[in-house]
């Protein structure tokens, strides 16, 4: 399995926000999204090649039953991932698995003891055309869908997808880290989108934008 980093930290984004939560980031991504905040984890050599049990072992080092898997684009190596969730979610896990929406998430994801946090790519991206609606509507009110919003024209192109496109899971307004975003707050309040969430990014306002946390 190719890792970028294993770590232990809080989690910033989505419904389960603040909680303790073991980080596993898994190496290399096909999308090149411009406002990427972990191309450390999308090209170049950063990446360790583990067997599944020294990855296990890790995960198991900092006593927390709660794993993000993230990437970089986890998919990518999707059979490993469906395999060591398997055993982990056997063993009382709760996993969350983070991906970009274009590609399907194995069946087990669709277990109760699974958060599938899916990205909706907006224009700000330059990979919106990359993403697979359909994708959208399989998610279960246990998931979320999460747009990050940059811009006014991000924020219009959101609402159109919501309204195509009939999507159980929770979603979420994520700003774009380091852009102030009241007039995210006041434009969903007039719009009155009652049923999202805008949430930043907890854990870069507690220790800013570093890694392995
Ligand atoms: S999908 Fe995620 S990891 Fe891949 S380029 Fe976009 S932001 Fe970076």
């Not at 972990?38 to 900092?62: H, N, P, Q, S």
Request: proline share 3%; glycine share 6%; hydrophobic share 40%.
């Amino acid at each position: 399995m190719k890792v970028n980093e294993i770590f232990y930290s809080i989690q910033g984004e989505g419904l389960q926000v603040g909680l303790p939560t073991v980080f596993l980031r898994l190496f290399a991504c096909d999308l090149r999204c411009s406002w990427c905040d972990t191309m450390y984890a999308v090209e170049g050599r950063g990446f360790k090649d583990l067997e599944e049990k020294e990855v296990l072992d890790e995960i198991y080092k900092y006593n927390c039953k709660r794993l993000c898997i993230t990437g970089g684009e986890p998919l990518l190596q999707a059979n490993e991932v469906e395999k060591l969730s398997k055993k982990l979610s056997q063993d009382g896990f709760f996993i969350v698995l983070e991906t970009s929406g274009h590609k399907k998430p194995p069946d087990i994801f669709g277990e109760s003891n699974f958060l599938i946090s899916m990205d909706c790519k907006c224009p700000s991206s330059g990979m919106e055309k990359r993403m697979n609606f359909d994708l959208f509507k399989q998610l279960d009110e246990k998931d979320q869908l999460k747009f990050v919003i940059a811009d006014k024209n991000d924020y219009e192109y959101a609402k159109k997808v919501l309204k195509e496109y009939c999507v159980k899971a929770a979603v979420i307004f994520q700003p774009v880290y380091g852009e102030t975003f009241q007039w995210l707050a006041e434009l969903v309040l007039k719009d009155n989108l009652t049923h999202l969430r805008i949430i930043p990014q907890v854990h870069k306002v507690i220790w800013g934008e570093k890694r392995g946390v």
